[in-house]
């Protein structure tokens, strides 16, 4: 435990004090926000009615771009080939990236979204819904995406790669996470509580697999 | 299964075979192409374009049940370590790729008579695009990788984290008000389709998957044949 800690404290320590980071992230979420109204048109009941869907796409993008290089930087430095060998076994070491990763990124830009959303004209009552909805949702993006960074991880061009990989995966949780913010009360709840149970199975499932392909490259 | 670990024995085993396969899928063909497009009567509400299902449904089948073969020979490969698991596998991708891509687009040339539109972003179709891209994806894997041994080990992954969303392919019509109807043929309480339609449409099923098990078949026994001359170029550069 104390050394999943220790990892988690390490990764938010480099996220924070590097540069390229959390940063970087709401920059990015920053710019498909202004994008948008730009090739849609400035049409404000259009805006409204396109603003929870179009703000869960642009945390997909931000989470899975900032996620594709998790764990690329511990390989090349050869950091991840000392936690192999240390006394954590590497699903715990998936496990506190993809955690680390969370708090840094997805969790910072669930926060921001739906201040951001005041510039695509979000309905006011739609506000608690889509923070929610998008903290519990953006836990299982970090988790789905650290598959796909260990995935690619020893490969020179695998940005794109990543993309084709994970973004299908990312299919459940972009349509409950809509419903569970744009959704009718009722409808809402039942997608939050399915939007909660992805996350849990992706907690559980998202570190052995990622774990299963850094094997591969750590041999 | 573990005495076909041996290439050699397998060999021997796929081309004894593989005329059979062959022949009874072109049997299979015949009597489904005949019962579908000749036996079977027209709709009386979509008339003849309802010929359009005996290739689609088959099609839509196969997609899904190929990439199921590929996610079990994946999870054989990490239980048993069988050497021609990740062969297996890796061969069944390209073409449960086009099993998939014949579904989506007979399916879209049905519907535009049908439904009006060559397309529309429904449960059922959406998870079956998402199915061709985990198809894409992992042939992708396969190609970026240059150490083979490496992309079987790490294709494993990506086709177990896709299997996920084969239940959700085959549950969408429940799960979601959609434009494309439930399941009509694997139903608890029977099929719910006339058996002049319903024999045509499992004769197809059943040719497909000859299809399929005679071109899986050739494609690892290529595969094997692939690894060999790798091996053999190695030795012959070590000899030098």
């Not at chain 2, 998939?100 to 397309?119: K, V």
Request: aromatic share 10%; with cysteine; charged share 10%.
């Amino acid at each position: 435990m104390s050394i999943l800690w220790a990892l988690i404290r390490r990764d938010l320590t480099l996220a924070i004090r590097q540069g390229g980071g959390v940063g970087t992230a709401l920059g990015f979420f920053l710019t498909f926000v202004v994008l948008l109204p730009l090739g849609l048109g400035p049409d404000q009941a259009l805006l409204q009615r396109l603003a929870p869907g179009a703000l869960w796409v642009a945390l997909l993008l931000s989470v899975l771009l900032s996620a594709s290089t998790l764990f690329q930087q511990d390989y090349e430095d050869g950091s991840l080939d000392v936690m192999a060998l240390g006394a954590a076994p590497l699903e715990l070491v998936a496990l506190a990236k993809s955690a680390a990763h969370w708090l840094s990124a997805g969790l910072p830009l669930a926060i921001a979204a739906p201040l951001l959303g005041f510039l695509l004209n979000l309905n006011p009552a739609g506000i608690w819904p889509l923070a929610i909805s998008m903290i519990t949702g953006s836990l299982a993006l970090s988790l789905i995406a650290s598959i796909g960074a260990a995935v690619t991880v020893g490969l020179r061009r695998g940005g794109l790669l990543v993309s084709l990989l994970v973004l299908p995966l990312y299919v459940p949780v972009l349509i409950f996470g809509v419903s569970a913010s744009a959704g009718g009360p009722q409808i809402a709840t039942a997608a939050l509580l399915i939007l909660l149970a992805l996350a849990l199975v992706s907690l559980v499932l998202a570190p052995l697999a990622a774990a299963a392909a850094l094997r591969a490259y750590l041999k | 299964m573990q005495q076909f670990a041996n290439p050699a024995r397998f060999l021997a085993l796929a081309n004894r075979i593989l005329p059979f396969i062959w022949v009874a899928a072109i049997v299979a063909f015949a009597a489904g192409l005949y019962g579908a497009l000749a036996a079977a009567p027209a709709d009386y509400q979509q008339g003849e374009t309802v010929r359009i299902m005996f290739v689609h449904v088959p099609a839509a089948w196969l997609a899904m049940f190929v990439y199921a073969v590929m996610a079990i020979s994946s999870a054989i490969a990490i239980v048993f370590r069988h050497p021609l698991a990740d062969a297996a596998a890796k061969c069944a991708a390209p073409i449960g790729a086009v099993f998939c891509f014949l579904a989506l687009a007979t399916g879209s040339i049905w519907g535009r008579p049908m439904w009006g539109t060559w397309w529309v972003w429904d449960a059922r179709l959406t998870s079956m695009f998402v199915l061709m891209l985990l198809y894409l994806g992992y042939i992708a894997v396969w190609q970026a990788i240059d150490d083979p041994h490496r992309a079987a080990l790490v294709a494993r992954v990506v086709a177990l984290a896709g299997a996920i969303n084969l239940p959700i392919v085959k549950f969408s019509v429940d799960w979601w008000n959609s434009l494309h109807q439930p399941a009509s043929v694997l139903r608890m309480d029977g099929p719910a389709i006339h058996s002049s339609i319903l024999w045509p449409l499992l004769v197809m099923a059943i040719a497909y998957t000859l299809l399929f098990l005679a071109l899986h078949l050739v494609a690892i026994r290529a595969e094997i044949g692939q690894r060999k001359i790798r091996a053999l170029r190695i030795a012959a550069i070590g000899e030098r």
